[in-house]
């Protein structure tokens, strides 16, 4: 990577965060100046400025447009940047939207202004190539949604929520960046691409191979914190059931994606020459956290619980497929980008399905102020049209064709069995098995449970268009999976080199 | 200059396994804050005496830390406003008393 001088052109690379910058301010100064009964437009305020923001990053930072190396090397404008830049901009308006209506939080300006100020953390952490940059951002994403987490103040699960992420995020936090400490140690620079060039491979070169290792167990205990892996994975179903459901969908997804775009870039960039140590780390942490995940969801009787053990396990595949990397490297006929471009592809699929089944549930329990899997019983009589997108939503979680879903497995497994991890793609059938089982029983209770009560659930209408939106999203990254998996193989051969 | 590099890591790490201790034994979460803090003050240690003994150049160890230092008070900064939303609610700041939620 060549670092250039700075000019003044470079600072279009960062347009979308600036556009998100004054997306903040616009939405404070309107939060002063509104009365109370006009402040739930702040939502859509909100979800605009997200939308202006993914338009100036299709229009000015598409990859190749600008170079990387800008900003002192600080940051780098690749296709991976710009693909999850894209996801947590598109997870930022739709959580926006979801929690415009909310009674509580919809009417609080603060808490939009708090979630622009975590998209714009999180764009970082996916462009930032540098290690100082790299806390920072973190750092600016996490603090946002611990406030976020506990933002329902007359809320005694709410602030409980917000006190174990914040605990549990500080410590892992903090224990990354002693390992972070340790690599400008070993390197003398903070730059990824530098430190990566000075480590080298395992056991050739100046850095004596246990503490490189150590450093790598940091960075998998910091990691692994933020993308939920057994077993680092306590706090999230507490959080995810106190915390606001906007917010829990928020986490599950955007904040997931976030650290799986910072493990790839680190593991990729920083320590490709032990990646025969960390790929057998990462493996068995797949394993567990699949096999864990699925096996607590089942006996869940709450929605977010269940759905927040889901989204462990999901995390379980994604880890999967980063595993193959290795294997398929040393057998020479194919590259390590398919592993990479098949979790990319995941987790912009992830995306999308879980944003929806989110969706539903923030309806369902608002009108009947609880969150059991029981009160959804015979919604498919009550509102159609919201049954259906639930089951869209749970199918494409479960892996069936032709959603988004089944493509992101088999992309995951065919990586997996190419690096010659048969065991992992058995285990992961067997898992995927598993987690239909308890997504078919929600399913059951929708369309086959008799509606305690007959009337339709209120839908508002950035609601529907939020729905709507993402909905059609897991259909057709689905059923046109072509472009979106180009983009996801383009993301990952940028992670390597 | 007698004092080897090795000295520092040695006190950075023995500061950071105490501030781990701290966290993993405390029943109050400002004591388990402090445990925090003392972990960040051992990367700051490290970062100093890497800039120092390595001959790095630039002086971007010394910047690294006085971020770290800023993030800090940050995390503190909202840290304790989410103990005093507990506190307020629960008149508890022990974290074992703190369990509405179970599976």
Known sequence: MNIQPFEPSHLLALAPEIVLVISAAVIMLADVNRGRERKRELGVVAALGFGAALVAALLFTLPGLTADGQFGGMIRNDTAAFAFRILFLFAGMVTALIATDSPVIGKEGEFFLVLTGSVIGMNFMALSTDLVMLYLSIEASSIALYALAGSLRESDKSAESGLKYFLFGAFTSTVLLYGFSLLYGFAGSTNLYEIGARLGEAGVGGVPTLPVILTLLTVVVGLGFKISAVPFHFWAPDVYEGAPTPITAFLSVASKAAGFAVLLRLLLTVFPGYAGIWTGIIAALALLTMTIGNLLAMQQRNIKRLLAYSSIAQAGYILLGLAAYYNLNTDGNVGGEHAIGAVVYYLGMYTLTNLVAFGVIILVSRITGSDEIADFSGLSRRSPGLALAMLVALLSLGGIPPLAGFFGKLYLFAAAAEANLLWLVVAGAINALLALYYYLIVIKVIYLGQPKDEATVPVSRPYVFALWVCSIGVILVGVLAGPFVQIAQAAGTNFLR | ?103
């Open chain 2, 1 to 103: 200059m007698s004092i080897p590099l090795s000295w520092y890591l040695a006190l950075s790490a023995a500061l950071f396994s105490i501030g781990v201790f701290g966290v993993l034994s405390r029943r109050n979460a400002v004591g388990v804050l402090m445990g925090v803090e003392l972990m960040l003050n051992a990367v700051n240690i490290n970062l100093v005496a890497f800039w120092h003994y390595g001959a790095f150049g630039p002086s971007t160890g010394l910047a690294f830390a006085l971020i770290v230092i800023a993030i800090a008070a940050a995390e503190a900064a909202v840290g304790l406003a989410l103990i005093i939303s507990v506190y307020r609610r629960r008149k508890t700041v022990v974290v074992d008393d703190v369990n509405l939620m179970k599976f």
